[in-house]
């Protein structure tokens, strides 16, 4: 009898690639959809349930007839001003399933989908549209918001590349790049602290990336920012062959963080196996294996949204399942986050699923990055051109946002080689 030939899931398999690609389409397009969604009084549950309906319906699309697990790799989260972590409040709970958008506050959008194990996740803020921005012109401290978290999103990107990838010029040039120590965890906190203190914010402490694996959003390796006092070390350093999913946190207040009162209502499973003692608690599990595997999921996805707030109760107290607390900032003030997936690879860094970028020309603010070190990196371009592809480049009016704005097409070509 043949042996069975083990499937190599790293990313020198270009099927695992292409499942990647595949989920961070439909992330993409579903954010674009929620984006539209988030007006004035609108719902944040309506919006949540549609988010996560049309995850369903893009997702069945795919791989149609595949016997390969496929599904949500994170539910439709959608976060006021003042929340950090993702939110996502339940129609059993009457207050908060009344909680609503207001006109001008900076609410983050979170989701994703899996292929195969393979999850996309993407995070996005935006200004929910106003009498403040009702001309798609973002003034005062929002603009100094999300231009700061962007360019530190772009600088964290930069800095994660590993040493001497793209270095250019002579073998021995070369060879001296990749010589060099990767930027530790504590020079990327400084850098990015300079980033955002340009734009009069802070990061929010405690902001972590992490290894992506197959199954696994929280992998061996990760990456903490503006750690707070109590502990919360990074681990490890991002690689080739690599996919992480990337987030950036900042505030308009100290950074510092507090945990609300709020139920906690999304969950993921953990590695540990209990012999639960109660029949309801069983059976709660039952259904987020058959579910949602290892993925994050929302109490409000389980058939009986009553039950599943009794089952997991024991599930959590034995440390079967994860609970996300809801965390906002301390002081209350206004908060972006996002949120990208992205792959290393020998040619440098593929932004599978990423958040827009801003249209600086809507954005007005006096306040700009004028650090000689940090302009330098982000001049750097996060993977080398592979081919003949200069004439799609924009123009734009800040070198940093040229470089992202062609980084698209050098993308394409650096995941063909893989």
């Not at 950090?84 to 001008?104: F, G, R, V």
């Not at 959590?316 to 301390?330: C, H, I, P, T």
């Amino acid at each position: 009898m043949a042996e069975e030939v083990a499937v190599d899931y790293t990313l020198n398999n270009p099927d695992t690639l292409t499942k990647y690609k595949t989920a961070a389409q439909i992330s993409h397009k579903v954010l674009e959809a929620v984006v539209g969604w988030c007006l004035e009084d609108e719902k944040i549950l309506t919006i949540c349930e549609r988010g996560d309906k049309l995850l369903g319906e893009e997702i069945a699309k795919v791989y149609k007839g595949k016997k390969i697990s496929k599904g949500i790799s994170h539910p439709t989260t959608v976060s006021p001003s003042t929340y950090i972590t993702p939110y996502t409040p339940l129609s059993t709970d009457a207050e908060e399933a009344l909680t609503s958008l207001k006109a001008n506050e900076p609410v983050k959008i979170q989701l994703g989908a899996q292929i195969d194990g393979f999850g996309t996740i993407v995070c996005d803020t935006i200004i929910v549209p106003g009498e403040k921005n009702k001309d798609d012109k973002l003034l005062g401290r929002e603009a100094d918001l999300l231009l700061a978290i962007h360019y530190a999103n772009e600088l964290l990107l930069r800095l994660m590349i590993p040493p001497g990838l793209l270095a250019a010029g002579t073998d021995e040039e070369k060879k001296k790049a990749a010589s060099q120590k990767p930027v530790t965890q504590s020079k990327m906190t400084q850098l990015l602290e300079k980033v955002v203190k340009s734009y009069g914010c802070n990061l929010v402490e405690g902001t972590t990336s992490w290894l992506f694996e197959r199954n696994e959003i929280e992998g061996k390796k990760k990456i903490v920012l503006a750690p707070p006092s109590d502990g919360g070390k990074g681990e490890g350093v991002p690689e080739i062959g690599d996919v992480w999913g990337v987030e950036m946190g900042v505030s308009l207040g100290t950074g510092k963080i507090k945990t609300l009162e709020n139920r906690p209502t999304l969950h993921r499973r953990t590695t540990i196996t209990y012999q639960l003692k109660r029949p309801s608690s069983r059976q709660t599990l039952s259904e987020i294996v058959k579910k949602f595997g290892t993925f994050p999921f929302s109490l409000r996805q389980l058939e009986d949204e009553r039950a599943a707030k009794v089952g997991v109760v024991e599930c959590v107290r034995s440390n079967v399942l994860r609970q996300y607390e809801v965390v906002a900032d301390k002081d209350l003030a206004p908060v972006a986050r996002v949120l990208t997936t992205i792959a290393i690879t020998k040619n440098g860094l593929i932004r599978l699923s990423a958040p827009s970028a801003p249209d600086e020309e809507k954005y007005k603010t006096e306040k700009k990055i004028t650090d000689e070190e940090i302009l330098k990196i982000l001049e750097q371009p996060l993977a080398r051109s592979t081919g003949a592809k200069g004439k799609n480049k924009k123009k734009k009016k800040k070198p940093a946002k040229k470089v992202v704005a062609a980084e698209e097409d050098e993308d394409e070509d650096s995941s063909d080689e893989e």
